[in-house]
């Protein structure tokens, strides 16, 4: 995986975090990296200057990584609504990863991070990217990773119409 040309924006309130991350795409060979301390920093470096990639920490002051998200993904003034969004925390309740999902993250990933957990995330947003979704509460990345075979709900995605075309034997 090339990664030399990426630009990736690292958002974590914690210098410690950022040097380890960093060490990480570094010797991944990635060279642009951007580091903030808050989503509100994050928010205009990006109105500066884009970035192919974030990744930013869940628990930040005063804009955390939930609300960076939504901001991204919501805002009429955002620079790049389909920003990939790696979220990092050091909190794994179902309720965090959740909140992130519905805020519109790409990926998420635990602390403390590994070397493999980040790239493989990488590795996901840039060779398996997800298309994205607008309802009236959400838009992001499709949530669902895989078809569904018990979904008995209405049929609504491109993706749905094309499972139904064929006949099973």
Do not use: C, W
């Not at 602390?111 to 840039?126: C, D, E, Q, Y």
């Not at 609504?156 to 099973?168: E, G, I, L, M, N």
């Amino acid at each position: 995986m090339a990664l030399d040309a990426l630009d990736i924006l690292l958002v974590d309130d914690n210098p410690y975090m950022r040097r380890i991350v960093v060490a990480v795409l570094r010797g991944a060979g990635v060279n642009n990296i951007r580091e903030v301390g808050d989503g509100s920093e994050a928010l205009t470096q990006l109105r500066h200057r884009p970035a192919d990639i974030a990744i930013v920490d869940f628990n930040m002051f005063p804009l955390d990584g939930v609300q960076f998200t939504k901001l991204v993904r919501n805002s009429a003034d955002s620079p790049n609504p389909f920003l990939p969004i790696i979220m990092m925390t050091g909190h794994s309740e179902r309720s965090r990863v959740v909140e992130a999902r519905d805020a519109g993250v790409t990926e998420f990933v635990v602390k403390p991070v590994t070397a493999k957990a980040l790239l493989s995330r990488l590795n996901a947003v840039i060779f398996h990217p997800r298309p994205f979704i607008r309802t009236e509460s959400y838009f992001g990345p499709d949530r669902r990773r895989q078809p569904d075979p018990a979904y008995a709900g209405p049929l609504r995605r491109s993706t749905d119409r094309a499972a139904t075309d064929y006949v099973a034997i």
